[in-house]
């Protein structure tokens, strides 16, 4: 009986130890996967649009450069816009590599507001489309991990590049404040919206992985998102809110350097 207890024991041993081994190797392929999928979310709602742009616009040049009575001022307007956007290309590329190399400096906290009304002037200025940002709430946003500002950001760029490119809107309006225990960022377009009905599933079979990578984000972050029409009449908003106890807890992790 002791020589087959002991045999169990052994055969349990290396079953518990394949078993680890197995996890072991899921874990590592999953988190090839999702790394994969994060650098596939950043290819494409930066740089890879960025140069769409660029492209976009080199053709415009083209275009102006071949027609019979040259614009002058049309073509130096597009000459200036190939280079802001290859200039921005370059940036993004930079902090993309950045981010492989080593993660955010989780001492250095990001003020999402003030990023966030550059972006949007930003975006006016290379669309030309009116986009005005306008804070909300009554108190102060607290400090916002780089980790988790670059994705509430990235979310944002995406939604107003969205509404440029497929929503045909007059104006874009975008949002940002602390509203009871959430902070929230709105992002509304008076385009033309989604389809009714519009599911994730029709979206990621659709090709619009824009949309699909946005939602993947703000789950990456703990953020709820929510993408329709919400309160208006017609258009789309992008409406994500995190819980303030998130940025507490990830501000109660980083050191004291004081």
């Known amino acids: 009986m002791g020589s087959s207890l002991r045999n169990l024991m052994l055969r349990f041993g290396t079953a518990t130890h394949a078993l680890t081994t197995v996890q ?53 307007q597009q000459a200036e816009l190939v280079a802001r956007s290859a200039r921005r290309a370059a940036a993004e590329s930079r902090e993309l590599l950045a981010d492989l190399r080593r993660d955010s400096d989780p001492d ?20 030309g489309l009116p986009a005005v940002y306008r804070p909300t709430g009554e108190e102060a946003v607290p400090p ?9 950001l990235t979310i944002a760029t995406e939604a ?6 497929h929503a045909r809107p007059t104006r874009v309006d975008v949002h940002a404040g602390v509203h009871g225990d959430l902070l929230r960022i709105s992002v509304y377009d008076d ?18 992985f824009g949309l699909v990578g946005m939602v993947e984000r703000a789950a990456s972050v703990g953020a709820r998102i929510r993408i329709g029409r919400g309160s208006h009449p017609k258009g789309t908003e992008v409406r994500l809110e995190l819980p303030l106890a998130a940025l507490t807890a990830s501000n109660a992790q980083r050191p004291n350097n004081a």
Do not use: I
């Not at 999702?34 to 616009?57: I, N, P, Q």
């Open 24 to 76: 072991a190797r899921l874990a590592v392929t999953e988190a090839v996967s999702a790394e994969r999928a994060r650098l596939a979310r950043e290819m494409h709602d930066s740089v890879a649009k960025t140069l769409h742009g660029v492209a976009l616009a080199a053709d415009g040049l083209a275009s102006s450069a071949g027609a019979d009575r040259m614009d002058a001022a049309l073509v130096k």
């Open 191 to 208: 385009g033309r919206g989604l389809p009714p009905g519009t599911t994730l599933e029709q979206l990621r079979r659709a090709g619009h």
């Open 160 to 165: 107003m590049e969205n509404a440029h490119r």
């Open 144 to 152: 916002v991990p780089p980790a988790v500002a670059r994705q509430l």
């Open 108 to 127: 250095h906290a990001t003020d999402v507001l003030v990023e966030l009304a550059a972006r949007t002037r930003d975006f006016r200025s290379r669309t």
